[in-house]
């Protein structure tokens, strides 16, 4: 997939770039940004092939987030071990 970082097909048409341009159109055939992003150019196209990723991408950054959470569970347990020398709690 290929991706452009900077969102701006050069067209004054284009939906997405932050800087519209003044004057004509620096491309010829509209909006490009879709397709350089590796979508289909017809935006509802696009939209069916993104919404997968999309929910995909939501669900794997909810895992993560819980997968973080026991992370941060287990390493306030081992700081808290750390305590415990000798088997004797350190103050």
């Given at each position: 997939?290929?991706?452009q970082?900077n969102?701006?097909?050069?067209?004054?048409?284009?939906?997405?770039?932050?800087?519209?341009?003044?004057?004509?159109?620096?491309?010829?055939?509209?909006?490009?940004?879709?397709?350089?992003?590796?979508?289909?150019?017809?935006?509802?196209?696009?939209?069916?092939?993104?919404?997968?990723e999309?929910?995909?991408?939501?669900?794997?950054?909810?895992?993560?987030?819980?997968?973080?959470?026991?992370?941060?569970?287990?390493i306030?347990k081992?700081?808290?071990?750390?305590?415990?020398?000798?088997g004797?709690?350190?103050?």
């Open positions: 997939m290929k991706t970082l969102i701006d097909c050069g067209d004054n048409s284009c939906q997405f770039a932050k800087k519209k341009a003044k004057g004509g159109m620096r491309t010829n055939g509209g909006c490009r940004c879709l397709s350089n992003a590796g979508f289909h150019r017809s935006a509802i196209v696009a939209v069916e092939e993104m919404l997968p999309l929910l995909s991408l939501r669900k794997k950054v909810e895992q993560l987030k819980e997968d973080n959470d026991h992370i941060h569970k287990f306030d081992c700081e808290m071990w750390d305590d415990y020398v000798n004797e709690w350190e103050e």
